[in-house]
Every structure is written in structure tokens, then in C-alpha cells.
């Protein structure tokens, strides 16, 4: 079974405190991504990885950075947490395939941490 | 602006009857999409993918199927359980690209 971890469930931090997020898998994945979950808007993509040391900038890239030193891990960073970056956020992994038109597969996804910051 | 649209945020039928979840797109490129299934404290999983080079998928009592001229997909789940309850979310993908859009999610609750 694919099993992504992600290291905290629930985490509370201050307005300007830097804050990591991490997520390991343990199935040799190339791709990783970073969602964050929020009522009414549901999963968006804050950034994404398809290699080591390779990032790509989701939809809603301000106020994270990301690092993939690893190919199993991929750290979310907030520089400096702000009260509107309270939220669920969910890790995700998944095989590179090539991508015939139409073919793609699933991503895992791990536990989700809920970050709330006060 | 979002990109895959779920307009009904909650859902209830009765236990044995059918469920049809509702998902639109707007972006053309689109040609894989997928259907996740979440608990509360949990992350979403997989439940069923459909290519753009079909109109329908089956699996068990999960069904997918896609309207390409109309931007529109649905998932219906036959017969429906209380188990099934929990939140959908609708997904999909572009291109040669893997990464997913996905949309606001509809609650299901399915009663005894």
C-alpha cells in the first residue's frame, strides 16, 4: 500500500512564525504535491514537484515556498504564517507516467494537517 | 476562477436509493478526471477515474460519466449506503501534465 505521512495532524502557531509542513511517501514517486483544503473552495494546489530539487507554483503560491532535497519528501514552508493561512492542509503523491491524451493515474494522499494560526 | 465547479455543496438520499454527484468544467484541456471520497480527519481517497476518450466507467456500484461537449461529469452510486457518506470531490487533470484541479466538494449523507 502507498502510505504518505504527513508528520503533524495538528499544529497551532503564532502570526509571523516560519512554519514546515513535511510529508514523506514511501513508494518512489517522482510527483508531490502540496493542497490546501478549505470550505466552500475545496482542494487548491499550492505548489507541485515532479523531481528532486523541481518545483512548480500551483494556483495559490503566495506566502509558501516548498523544497524537495529528497525524492520521497516534500516540505511546505510558510515564511511568515498569517491568521488566513489557517486551513487543512493536504500532501500528495503520485508515479510519473507518460501521459498518453487521456491517460493519467490518482494521486495518495496523506493524512492532512490542520494548521491553525493565532 | 476555479476550474472544476461542484454547484451542489450537500446531497442527502435514503439508504438503497440512488446518489448523483454533479461536476463541471470549464477548462478544455481537461482529459483525465477523477472522483475522491473523504472521511472527516482523513485524507481524500480515490474512488473512480475516467479518461476523456470514454463517456462512461464502471465500478461496482460506482459509475462515471462524462459529457465532453457539455463540460460535465457525474457519479452515481448505486445502491446507496450509509457508508458512502462522506464529502466527493471531483478532480481532474491536463495535457501531459499530473497535476489536479479539483473542485469544492459535495457533502453525501445517506440515511437508513
Known amino acids: 500500500d502507498v502510505k504518505v505521512t504527513q508528520s503533524s495532524r495538528y499544529l497551532v502557531k503564532r502570526t509571523g512564525e516560519k512554519v514546515f509542513l513535511e510529508c514523506v511517501q514511501d513508494?518512489?514517486?517522482?510527483?508531490m504535491f502540496w493542497y490546501r483544503q478549505d470550505p466552500g473552495l475545496g482542494l487548491r494546489l499550492i505548489y507541485f514537484s515532479y523531481d528532486v530539487k523541481m518545483k512548480e507554483k500551483g494556483d495559490i503560491p503566495e506566502g509558501y515556498s516548498v523544497s524537495r532535497e529528497k525524492k520521497e519528501r516534500f516540505s511546505l514552508i510558510l515564511e511568515s504564517a498569517s491568521t488566513n493561512q489557517t486551513s487543512m492542509y493536504l500532501c500528495?503523491?503520485?508515479?510519473?507516467?507518460?501521459?498518453?491524451?487521456?491517460?493519467?493515474?490518482?494521486?495518495?494522499f496523506g493524512q492532512g494537517t490542520r494548521l491553525t494560526v493565532v | 476562477d476555479q476550474q472544476v465547479k461542484q454547484n451542489s455543496p450537500s446531497l442527502s438520499v435514503q439508504e438503497g436509493r440512488i446518489s448523483i454527484l454533479n461536476c463541471d468544467y470549464t477548462?478544455?484541456?481537461?482529459?483525465?478526471f477523477l472522483w475522491y471520497k473523504k472521511y472527516p480527519a482523513e485524507g481524500p481517497t480515490f474512488l473512480i477515474s475516467i479518461s476523456s476518450i470514454k463517456d462512461k466507467n464502471e465500478d461496482g456500484r460506482f459509475t462515471v460519466f462524462l459529457n465532453k461537449s457539455a463540460k460535465h461529469l457525474s457519479l452515481h452510486i448505486v445502491p446507496s449506503q450509509p457508508g458512502d457518506s462522506a464529502v466527493y470531490f471531483c478532480a481532474a487533470s491536463a495535457g501531459g501534465n499530473n497535476d489536479m484541479r479539483f473542485g469544492a466538494g459535495t457533502r453525501l449523507t445517506v440515511k437508513p
Open positions: 500528495a503523491s503520485s508515479p510519473y507516467i507518460i501521459r498518453d491524451p487521456g491517460m493519467n493515474t490518482e494521486a495518495f
Open positions: 513508494m518512489d514517486h517522482e510527483n
Open positions: 477548462n478544455s484541456m481537461f482529459d483525465y
